[in-house]
Every structure is written in structure tokens, then in C-alpha cells.
């Protein structure tokens, strides 16, 4: 009879030679039998093996095999837990057990020290009488994990630039307000101390100073403008558009009288935005449109709905001087103008407003002119357009 220890030993044995047994018919079918898989693996350029649940190396590729400085035939019957030193060992071996994982991050030591991140994608085989058999795919994404951490890192540092920016234009306008305010205030003073005495050549002076103080504080409200609309977070809620464009026509009244401007408002749809930040796209657009009117004809203005189900996105249209195609981008650059004539006041921060405004709500803004024929301003909707009715009402408002 045996011992407890006689059985102990006997066990231990039968179990040895089982493993031993089983692993060379795993090893001699794939030397015999699964020529598809060592071809596979020859020519393949990806890091790829076969292995059961536990990690067993049945076989690999041969950039495998190179990644881990090691001969193509001494790879089969090693453990990969063993093999590849990852960053995750509990992963890996959950990865295995499941079987079926898909684009999992490791990051893997390789003997010469140096790191290389990979996904792991693994699925369920049968290959010839072996069942369960996992076949794992390592695909390198150490550059593309590079490039993302550098453009991480630009945008990060990006966006501190621009709040660095913002705050500088917010705090060097208001700082620069007082000391223009005073330049105004005491030049008209000096204007009206010494109007019976000043001299054509003085009185030229003096009004230099005004008109560039004047100037000055125009472009300082102007950056604050432009600095409060980059900052501004858009709060979207459901917007008629009929409405906030007749509010707006509301709000132009008097330029729009000045022009005699005559706007014809179509069927427009309800959309989901900032009512705020909408009002400024408008104002902005019909704005532009008043004051490139052109002196040879009547100025009329025209805001559509694009799309057979008026969705698709908004156009404002004039008759106005237009302007040539090669420019359309630079229009929406702040304080980039085409027209420095002194017909034409402002300092090209309308447009720019307008593009923060679209880029806010995942819209699209672009341009089409001719010259002297008149100018198309086209936002186009991305996304956020409300499903609920849109106004049937057809406005004309004529100046």
C-alpha cells in the first residue's frame, strides 16, 4: 500500500508528465500541422502570438520575437506573463482569461530598457484540435501616444496662452480707459478755452488728438468686446430665430433708417443656442451688411433658412460693395479690414465676434462675395437645431 507521501508523489508525477505530454502535442501540431500560422507569423509585422488562458506560448511572430531579442524557435513553451514585462500584470492575465478583449493599454519593459506602448487586442481560436486557444495581437501606438501627448500638451498650453491673452486684453483695456478718458476730457477743454485764439495749424493739432482719442476708445471697446465673447461660455436654450432677428432689426432701427435699408426676413427655424451670444452674431452681420451699403443702388438685405426642411443653416445676404474672393478667410481675423477708407469706421472685430460665436456652438461660418455686387454671409448648423415649429411669418422692415 502507499504512504500518504508514496501518493503525494505519484500525483505529482502523473501531473508533471501530463504537462510535459501536453504541451509537445501542442508543440508538434503546430510544427506539423498549423503551417498557415507559422507563415503568418513569419511575414506579419505586428507583435502577435498564440497562447492558451494561462499565458503558454504556442507560438509567435517574428517582430514579436525581435521586440524581445529573442530567436523565433526558443519562443514556443514560454510563459508570456513571464515573458512580457508590462506595466499591468493583473490585465494581461484578465485579458487571457477573457479571451476576447479589445484595444487594451500595456506599456512593455523591453531588455534593453526602454518602454513601448501597445494595445491588446485578443480573441477565441480553434486551431486544428486545440480548443480555446487566444490569439493576441500587440500593435505599437508608441509614436501615435507621443504625438497625442505632445498635442496634449500644446493645447494645454494653448489655453494658457489665450486666458493669459484675454486677461491681458480685459485688465489693459479697463487700465487703459482712465488715462484716454482724461486725454478726451482735456482736450475738449483746450478746444473750448482757446477756440478765439487758436491757430488753423492748432486747431489741426488738436483735432488729431481728438479724432485718434476718439479712435482709441473705439478699439479699446471694441477688444473688450472681443475678449468677453472668447471667454463666454454658451448657455444653449431653445431659440426662435424669427424672433431674435426681428429684436435685432429692433435694435438697428435708427442705422437701418440712416441706410434705408430694406430687410426681408424669411422662414427661420428654432435652434438650440445662447440667445446672448446669437443676438451678437446678427447684430453683427446685419450690422456689416448696413455699413458696406453701396452709394449705386438701394440697399436691401435678405435672411433665409437654407435646407428643403430649413435646417441646414442661415444666409444673410446684400447688395452691398462685396469684396474680393481672395480675402473671404481673412475677413474673420480680429482687426484685419479690408477697407481702410474713412467712409468705413470700426476696426474688424464684428466678423471675428461672429466666428467665436459659430466655433461656440459647433457651427459653421463662411463667405461668398463679388465685388460691387454684394456679399453672402453662410452659417452653417452642425448640430443643436430644435425640432419644435419653426415661425411661418414672413417679416419685411423697410428703412
Same mark, same amino acid.
Given at each position: 500500500?502507499? /504512504? +500518504?507521501?508514496?501518493?503525494?508523489?505519484?500525483?505529482?508525477?502523473?501531473?508533471?508528465?501530463?504537462?510535459?505530454?501536453?504541451?509537445?502535442?501542442?508543440?508538434?501540431?503546430?510544427?506539423?500541422?498549423?503551417?498557415?500560422?507559422?507563415?503568418?507569423?513569419?511575414?506579419?509585422? +505586428?507583435?502577435?502570438?498564440?497562447?492558451?488562458?494561462?499565458?503558454?506560448?504556442?507560438?509567435?511572430?517574428? !517582430?514579436? @520575437?525581435?521586440?524581445?531579442?529573442?530567436?523565433?524557435?526558443?519562443?514556443?513553451?514560454?510563459?508570456?506573463?513571464?515573458?512580457?514585462?508590462?506595466?499591468?500584470?493583473?490585465?494581461?492575465?484578465?485579458?487571457?482569461?477573457?479571451?476576447?478583449?479589445?484595444?487594451?493599454?500595456?506599456?512593455? !519593459?523591453?531588455?534593453?530598457?526602454? *518602454?513601448?506602448?501597445?494595445?491588446?487586442?485578443? %480573441?477565441?481560436?480553434?486551431?486544428?484540435?486545440?480548443?480555446?486557444?487566444?490569439?493576441?495581437?500587440?500593435?505599437?501606438?508608441?509614436?501615435?501616444?507621443?504625438?497625442?501627448?505632445?498635442?496634449?500638451?500644446? *493645447?494645454?498650453?494653448?489655453?494658457?496662452?489665450?486666458? *493669459?491673452?484675454?486677461?491681458?486684453?480685459?485688465?489693459?483695456?479697463?487700465?487703459?480707459?482712465?488715462?484716454?478718458?482724461?486725454?478726451?476730457?482735456? /482736450?475738449?477743454?483746450?478746444?473750448?478755452?482757446?477756440?478765439?485764439?487758436?491757430?488753423?495749424?492748432?486747431?489741426?493739432?488738436?483735432?488729431? $488728438?481728438?479724432?485718434?482719442?476718439?479712435?482709441?476708445?473705439?478699439?479699446?471697446?471694441?477688444?473688450?468686446?472681443? %475678449?468677453?465673447?472668447?471667454?463666454?461660455?454658451?448657455?444653449?436654450?431653445?431659440?426662435?430665430?424669427?424672433?431674435?432677428?426681428?429684436?435685432?432689426?429692433? +435694435?438697428?432701427?435708427?442705422?437701418?433708417?440712416?441706410?434705408?435699408?430694406?430687410?426681408?426676413?424669411?422662414?427661420?427655424?428654432?435652434?438650440?443656442?445662447?440667445?446672448?451670444?446669437?443676438?451678437?452674431?446678427?447684430?453683427?452681420?446685419?450690422?456689416?451688411?448696413?455699413?458696406?451699403?453701396? *452709394?449705386? !443702388?438701394?440697399?436691401?438685405?435678405?435672411?433665409?433658412?437654407?435646407?428643403?426642411?430649413?435646417?441646414?443653416?442661415?444666409?444673410?445676404?446684400?447688395?452691398?460693395?462685396?469684396?474680393?474672393?481672395?480675402?473671404?478667410?481673412?475677413?474673420?481675423?480680429?482687426?484685419?479690414?479690408?477697407?481702410?477708407?474713412?467712409?468705413?469706421?470700426?476696426?474688424?472685430?464684428?466678423? +471675428?465676434? @461672429?466666428?467665436?460665436? @459659430?466655433?461656440?456652438?459647433?457651427?459653421?461660418?463662411?463667405?461668398?462675395?463679388?465685388?460691387?455686387?454684394?456679399? $453672402?454671409?453662410?452659417?452653417?448648423?452642425?448640430?443643436?437645431?430644435?425640432?419644435?415649429?419653426?415661425?411661418?411669418?414672413?417679416?419685411?422692415?423697410?428703412?
Amino acid at each position: 500500500a502507499f /504512504s +500518504a507521501q508514496d501518493e503525494n508523489f505519484a500525483l505529482f508525477i502523473g501531473s508533471w508528465i501530463g504537462f510535459l505530454l501536453d504541451n509537445q502535442e501542442q508543440m508538434e501540431f503546430m510544427s506539423s500541422q498549423n503551417e498557415y500560422y507559422k507563415s503568418l507569423f513569419h511575414s506579419v509585422p +505586428a507583435m502577435m502570438f498564440l497562447s492558451d488562458d494561462d499565458g503558454l506560448i504556442i507560438s509567435g511572430s517574428n !517582430r514579436l @520575437c525581435e521586440k524581445l531579442g529573442l530567436e523565433p524557435i526558443k519562443l514556443p513553451g514560454k510563459n508570456c506573463h513571464e515573458l512580457l514585462n508590462v506595466d499591468n500584470p493583473q490585465g494581461l492575465r484578465d485579458a487571457l482569461v477573457h479571451g476576447d478583449t479589445q484595444r487594451q493599454s500595456f506599456t512593455i !519593459r523591453l531588455a534593453d530598457g526602454s *518602454n513601448v506602448d501597445v494595445e491588446l487586442n485578443s %480573441s477565441i481560436k480553434t486551431v486544428g484540435s486545440l480548443q480555446g486557444v487566444r490569439m493576441v495581437v500587440l500593435t505599437d501606438v508608441s509614436e501615435r501616444n507621443k504625438v497625442s501627448r505632445s498635442l496634449e500638451e500644446q *493645447n494645454r498650453r494653448l489655453e494658457v496662452a489665450n486666458e *493669459n491673452l484675454n486677461q491681458f486684453a480685459f485688465i489693459a483695456s479697463h487700465d487703459l480707459q482712465e488715462p484716454l478718458r482724461k486725454i478726451q476730457q482735456f /482736450s475738449s477743454f483746450l478746444e473750448e478755452d482757446l477756440k478765439d485764439v487758436l491757430t488753423n495749424d492748432a486747431k489741426y493739432h488738436l483735432d488729431v $488728438v481728438v479724432d485718434a482719442s476718439d479712435r482709441m476708445s473705439t478699439l479699446i471697446h471694441d477688444l473688450l468686446r472681443f %475678449s468677453g465673447a472668447t471667454q463666454e461660455q454658451a448657455e444653449k436654450k431653445s431659440i426662435s430665430l424669427n424672433k431674435l432677428v426681428q429684436e435685432v432689426i429692433a +435694435a438697428l432701427d435708427m442705422p437701418i433708417k440712416e441706410s434705408q435699408a430694406e430687410i426681408n426676413v424669411g422662414q427661420l427655424p428654432n435652434v438650440m443656442g445662447d440667445k446672448g451670444m446669437l443676438r451678437q452674431l446678427f447684430v453683427n452681420l446685419i450690422g456689416n451688411s448696413i455699413k458696406y451699403k453701396s *452709394n449705386k !443702388r438701394p440697399l436691401k438685405i435678405t435672411v433665409s433658412a437654407l435646407g428643403d426642411d430649413l435646417k441646414e443653416g442661415i444666409a444673410i445676404a446684400d447688395n452691398g460693395i462685396g469684396f474680393e474672393m481672395e480675402f473671404a478667410r481673412k475677413i474673420f481675423e480680429p482687426f484685419n479690414r479690408l477697407h481702410r477708407s474713412k467712409e468705413f469706421k470700426g476696426n474688424g472685430i464684428g466678423l +471675428a465676434i @461672429c466666428s467665436t460665436v @459659430c466655433d461656440k456652438h459647433g457651427w459653421n461660418l463662411s463667405a461668398a462675395s463679388d465685388l460691387d455686387s454684394g456679399s $453672402v454671409f453662410t452659417v452653417k448648423f452642425q448640430q443643436d437645431i430644435d425640432d419644435g415649429s419653426s415661425e411661418t411669418k414672413t417679416n419685411t422692415v423697410d428703412g
